[in-house]
């Protein structure tokens, strides 16, 4: 669980891998890699800090995916190097907003960024996905504080 009396790490659900595909990975460049990971202990000290339901610490955070479960990340020859196709889109969606976007804005530019490479390279079937804590909003800068307004031009 996780709180300040809780002395086990937070657990979640084991996810099913499936079955892999090779023949579909042929062209490219990247293989499935899969870790198992044992829990680690670990201790909860939060001195002061705002609380939120059952004294837990309130966070705001924001996790960008490569893709959903289902589907495969790529490692694709771009710009003169092999890169993470997720990579490439996501340093691509931020200079698209000048590195100011709201969260919001910067989810719409990474799926254009995501549709150009499907344009170029047949095959990349990644959807990036944006999970976001009860107390982060779309409206949120990328890089900045909860509730900023993005500049405008």
């Known amino acids: 669980g996780i709180g300040p009396e809780a002395t ?60 959903r479960l289902p589907e495969w990340n790529a490692e694709l020859p771009l710009e003169g190097t092999v890169q993470g196709s997720f990579t490439w889109a996501f340093i691509k969606a931020l200079a698209a907003g000048n590195f100011e976007s709201s969260v919001g804005q910067f ?22 996905v944006v999970h976001l804590s009860r107390t982060a909003s779309l409206d949120d800068l990328v890089f900045g504080v909860a509730g900023a307004s993005p500049a405008q031009p």
């Open 107 to 128: 989810q719409r530019q990474l799926v254009v960024a995501m549709e150009d490479l499907r344009r170029d390279f047949s095959g990349v079937e990644q959807s990036p």
């Open 8 to 67: 086990s790490p937070a657990t979640f659900p084991k996810v099913k891998r499936g079955r892999v595909d090779y023949a579909k990975l042929h062209d490219f460049v990247s293989r499935p890699r899969f870790l198992e990971l044992p829990a680690l202990p670990i201790s909860h000290s939060f001195g002061k800090t705002s609380q939120g339901p059952a004294g837990l610490p309130q966070c705001i955070v924001r996790c960008f995916s490569a893709c």
